[in-house]
């Protein structure tokens, strides 16, 4: 499976943003699809994650009640919706597609990355 990543960018805190991620290819071993992002000199954590079958949706405790994440089945695509940004919400986000459910096992099942898309919150 490929993953296309867009919809970052600099926004004002308080602001929103949208990010898509398009999947194409094989769809063989796509459970889960979801977010994670990652700032220098840290480890890429989860963000939010989404069953692919039924949309059952999981959330980092900093993303809950802020972000939502979503589906197309159709389109084999998956958003994230974040809304009142913070500062500390700067980070190049990375969508990915898992066997297995990446907000409990993080990034041991990801068998599949976007190339990242840059969002800057400023303050």
């Known amino acids: 499976v490929q993953l296309q990543a867009s919809g970052g960018g600099l926004v004002q805190a308080g602001g929103s943003l949208r990010l898509s991620c398009a999947a194409s290819?094989?769809?063989?071993?796509?459970?889960?699809m979801g977010w994670f992002r990652q700032t220098p000199g840290k480890d890429r954590e989860f963000v939010a994650g989404?069953?692919?079958?039924?949309?059952?949706?999981y959330y980092a405790d900093s993303a809950k009640g802020r972000f939502t994440i979503s589906r197309d089945y159709a389109e084999n695509t998956v958003y994230l919706q974040m809304n009142s940004l913070k500062p500390e919400d700067t980070a190049l986000y990375y969508c990915?597609?898992?066997?297995?459910?990446?907000?409990?096992?993080?990034?041991?099942?990801?068998?599949?990355w976007g190339q990242g898309t840059q969002v800057t919150v400023s303050s």
């Open positions: 990915a597609s898992a066997r297995g459910n990446i907000a409990a096992t993080g990034r041991r099942w990801v068998d599949a």
């Open positions: 290819g094989s769809t063989f071993g796509r459970y889960y």
């Open positions: 989404i069953r692919w079958n039924d949309g059952t949706s």
